[in-house]
């Protein structure tokens, strides 16, 4: 579902480094930018939290659920799911 972008390209050498800070910033065009919404947050009583995420990037769009477990002062993912956007057909 990710992906991963690189801006500048690898190896680098100090001469790139200073070619690259140095440049004017532009944005990214409308059809290669990517968001993410976190909704519908909900903390349960045995101390987790879970919450649907939705992707926007040039693929599509993706929903998942997320459980999360409390881990010192922090949150940690504990499962993972990735949402069919399809919706369900009712039951005759």
Do not use: C, K, Q
Request: charged share 25%.
């Amino acid at each position: 579902m990710s992906r991963r972008r690189n801006i500048v390209s690898w190896p680098l050498t100090a001469d790139d480094v200073r070619a690259f800070l140095g440049g004017t910033p532009a944005p990214l065009p409308a059809e290669a930018r990517e968001s993410i919404r976190i909704r519908d947050v909900r903390a349960l009583p045995d101390g987790r939290a879970t919450a649907f995420f939705d992707i926007r990037n040039p693929d599509g769009t993706f929903t998942g659920f997320v459980t999360l477990v409390r881990h010192d002062d922090r949150y940690l993912v504990d499962a993972n799911v990735e949402v069919a956007l399809d919706p369900a057909t009712p039951a005759p």
